[in-house]
């Protein structure tokens, strides 16, 4: 059955696959999934046939036959759910791989998700200086204990799976904002991850639509 996402029709990352789509095209290109794209606007998602699909008229969503799906995170673990090769078949490293899907999204991505949304929205407020060293001080945290836990090892636990998926595309976020610099152990996971073909195929696929479209 045909799986068709969508994305933006022409991405803010200017093509650097820091939209929220990456992550799903990667885990398709990781399973072997071929899928179509729906490009949208910023319009667009907003209006009634896109909101049916997303309740928060964003992207991506994720369709196939009868299942609509929105939620990048969701959307992945589905796709891991119904393909093998992105979670372990033993139950308990599945588990443990499920945790750090989670800590992917709720623990590490919200702070670096935040700081790209102050320096956008609240440069001109007086609390920016206090917010962002605030934010900056958090996201170091975060780092230092990821960068400890991951140690020497290649990914997250054990093969790779689809909770590095998550990590190395929250990551790359922080990557693109200059605050990697310090942690050359999560560079050098994200570069193992970019060496990865099906990583590639997706980057090059978001890429092909960023430069398809003409310049305003
Ligand atoms: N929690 C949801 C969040 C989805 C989301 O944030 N979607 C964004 C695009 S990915 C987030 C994103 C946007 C831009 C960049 N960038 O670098 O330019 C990176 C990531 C969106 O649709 N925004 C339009 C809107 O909210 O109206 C998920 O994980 O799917």
């Known amino acids: 059955m045909t799986i068709t996402i969508t994305a933006f029709e022409r991405s803010p990352d200017r093509g650097r696959g ?39 008229g964003q992207i991506p969503t994720y369709e196939e036959g009868e299942l609509a799906l929105f939620e990048s995170g969701a959307i992945v673990f589905h796709i ?3 393909h093998a090769g992105l979670l372990p078949e033993d139950s308990n490293g599945r588990a443990r791989s ?23 929205l609240e440069r001109d407020q007086p609390w920016y200086e206090h917010r962002l060293r605030a934010l900056d001080d958090l996201i170091r945290k975060r780092l230092d204990d990821l960068s400890a836990r991951l140690g020497a090892a290649d990914w997250l636990d054990g093969a790779f799976s689809a909770a590095d ?4 595309t929250v990551l790359r976020r922080a990557q693109a904002m200059g605050i990697l610099e310090a942690y050359p152990s999560l560079a050098a996971y994200i570069a193992r991850a970019e060496a990865r073909p099906a990583y590639q195929r997706a980057f ?13």
Do not use: C
């Open 165 to 168: 998926i998550l990590m190395v």
């Open 80 to 82: 891991a759910e119904r």
């Open 18 to 56: 820091l939209a929220r789509d990456m992550r799903v095209r990667w885990a398709l290109e990781e399973v072997g999934q071929p899928y179509d794209v729906r490009l949208v606007s910023f319009e667009a998602m907003k209006q009634p046939a896109h909101k049916a699909l997303h309740p928060f």
């Open 204 to 216: 090059a696929a978001q890429l092909a639509v960023f430069n398809a479209v003409p310049p305003t």
């Open 98 to 120: 499920i945790a750090w899907m989670f800590a992917a999204l709720n623990t590490v991505e919200p702070p670096i998700f935040d700081r790209s949304l102050v320096t956008i």
